[in-house]
């Protein structure tokens, strides 16, 4: 018996490629991030300050590429689950910045240990040298998506969270 020639649904090929790889990563990652109620964006933030803490909201929104409104609610959600903290500057007091909490900080090693043993694993089985291209060929991607969606700029709010939904067709 023959199986029914397969459609192709619009999206398929590389850019479902990329999403399912994504997807994947995201999944694996996860493991550490469950029982915290954090989604990718408040993720983004923390993991943005495990690279560099004390940052202002605006330093911070243009670091994860969310706009200050978006990041403003980010934060009130991580301020409220003791995750991260606001402290005034220690120069312009109207400026507050935003440090890693004890339970913050506390994550971030057993999210990079998975990190590292996902880029052990691709190098083991796809080969180090393709694991580079690969890496070569993703960064080009990206830069070419960043181009194409008018996100060019790298500290511009372009996150998810900062689009308009589109209009319903209800």
């Known amino acids: ?6 459609s192709t649904m619009p999206g398929e090929g590389l850019p479902q490629a990329l999403y399912e790889a ?24 923390l993991q943005q300050l495990w690279v560099q803490d004390g940052l202002s ?22 301020v409220n689950g003791e995750w991260v903290e606001r402290r005034p500057d220690r120069y312009d ?7 890693l909490a004890e339970r913050g900080r506390a994550l971030r090693a057993d999210v990079e240990r998975e990190l590292a043993l996902v880029e ?13 291209e690969l890496g070569k060929l993703l960064g080009r991607a990206l830069e070419v998506l960043r181009i194409e969606s008018g996100s060019s700029e790298p500290g511009g709010p372009t996150g998810i969270y900062d ?3 589109p209009p319903s067709e209800l």
Not at 22 to 45: A, N, P
Not at 93 to 99: F, G, L, N, Q, T
Request: hydrophobic share 35%; glycine share 4%.
């Open 1 to 6: 018996m023959t199986e029914p020639p397969r």
């Open 22 to 45: 994504v997807s994947c990563l995201e999944r694996r990652i996860q493991i550490y991030f469950r029982g915290t109620r954090l989604h990718w964006g408040l993720r983004r933030i």
């Open 57 to 78: 909201q605006a330093e911070l929104a243009a670091a994860v590429r969310f706009s200050e409104a978006s990041i403003s609610n980010m934060l009130k959600h991580l």
């Open 93 to 99: 007091y109207r400026i507050s910045r935003v440090y």
């Open 120 to 132: 052990a694993e691709l190098r083991t089985q796809i080969g180090s040298d393709d694991a580079d």
């Open 163 to 165: 689009r308009p939904s």
